[in-house]
Structures are given as structure tokens and as C-alpha cells.
């Protein structure tokens, strides 16, 4: 898997949204210049939360981004599907719909498998966890294995 750009931006931002408590707005500006995110990038991807109703916006002088739920409903999966989609797709399909002939048809498996350990991992952390630099402990153990940190 790779992690677009998209959604290790709006990750960060979420951060720092979720850090600020009680729901005290944050601008875009602020987002950007704190976590080094480009400006017309970031005010996309807000938008794309926005719709998916991960965040709210608040217009005034006192206005700006926060999160429409709670810190710990929303999950890593949550945001990368705002931003970018399914988990995993297959050249632009989910995997439940992609067909082989013959041989092939393993492969579907494969990308359902795929599909499987990633919400493992990105169902189950939440914005709260990241804000709070903890995370579960069947996510944490995953990290602890040498050979996760070796390039394959």
C-alpha cells in the first residue's frame, strides 16, 4: 500500500485539530504553516472531510476547522477513505468486485487478505490515539517486530 500525500496531510491536520479540545476551531493557515502543508492542498482536503463529515467549518473572526465527532470515533480508515477512497482497490474497483479467469482467480483473495490487515491496523487507531501518542496494543506489537522496520 501506498499513503498518498492527501491522506498523511489531513492525518497531521486532524492532529492538531484534536489537540486544541473543547472543539476551539483552528484555521487552515494555522494547520498548514504548523504541520508544513501547502495551502490550497490543505483547504482540498478539508473540503473532502468536510463532506465525509469528519469536520465542520465555522466562518467569523473566531472561525476555522474542527472535528464533527469525537477524537476517538474517528479512525485512520475513516479519514483515508475521505480523502482517497477504498483501502484497497484494484484498479479503481474494490476487491469483492474485480473477476479472473481461471489461474487468476487467487488473486482476489489476495486483495481481500490485503484489505483485512489493513482495517486491522487503520480501523483501530483513532484521532484521540494519535493525539495522545498512544496506540492500541495489537497495533503497537506490530511495531515491534524487527523485520516490520526492514525494506523488502
Do not use: C
Given at each position: 500500500?501506498?499513503?498518498?500525500?492527501?491522506?498523511?496531510?489531513?492525518?497531521?491536520?486532524?492532529?492538531?485539530?484534536?489537540?486544541?479540545?473543547?472543539?476551539?476551531?483552528?484555521?487552515a493557515?494555522?494547520?498548514?504553516?504548523?504541520?508544513?502543508?501547502?495551502?490550497?492542498?490543505?483547504?482540498?482536503?478539508?473540503?473532502?472531510?468536510?463532506?465525509a463529515?469528519?469536520?465542520?467549518?465555522?466562518?467569523?473572526?473566531?472561525?476555522?476547522?474542527?472535528?464533527?465527532?469525537?477524537?476517538?470515533?474517528?479512525?485512520?480508515?475513516?479519514?483515508?477513505?475521505?480523502?482517497?477512497?477504498?483501502?484497497?482497490?484494484?484498479?479503481?474497483?474494490?476487491?469483492?468486485?474485480?473477476?479472473?479467469?481461471?489461474?487468476?482467480?487467487?488473486?482476489?483473495?489476495?486483495?481481500?487478505?490485503?484489505?483485512?490487515?489493513?482495517?486491522?491496523?487503520?480501523?483501530?487507531?483513532?484521532?484521540?490515539?494519535?493525539?495522545?501518542?498512544?496506540?492500541?496494543?495489537?497495533?503497537?506489537?506490530?511495531?515491534?517486530?524487527?523485520?516490520a522496520?526492514?525494506?523488502?
Amino acid at each position: 500500500m501506498r499513503v498518498s500525500a492527501k491522506s498523511d496531510y489531513a492525518l497531521r491536520a486532524l492532529i492538531e485539530i484534536a489537540l486544541r479540545g473543547a472543539g476551539r476551531p483552528v484555521s487552515a493557515e494555522e494547520l498548514g504553516r504548523i504541520q508544513d502543508i501547502p495551502h490550497g492542498f490543505l483547504q482540498a482536503i478539508l473540503a473532502d472531510m468536510r463532506r465525509a463529515g469528519v469536520v465542520v467549518s465555522q466562518r467569523g473572526q473566531s472561525g476555522g476547522w474542527r472535528l464533527a465527532r469525537d477524537p476517538g470515533e474517528i479512525t485512520v480508515a475513516d479519514v483515508i477513505r475521505a480523502v482517497d477512497g477504498p483501502l484497497v482497490s484494484v484498479y479503481g474497483l474494490r476487491p469483492e468486485s474485480v473477476s479472473y479467469n481461471g489461474n487468476a482467480e487467487i488473486l482476489q483473495l489476495v486483495w481481500i487478505a490485503a484489505r483485512s490487515s489493513l482495517r486491522d491496523v487503520f480501523e483501530h487507531v483513532t484521532i484521540a490515539a494519535l493525539a495522545d501518542q498512544r496506540l492500541p496494543p495489537d497495533v503497537a506489537a506490530r511495531t515491534t517486530d524487527e523485520d516490520a522496520w526492514r525494506p523488502h
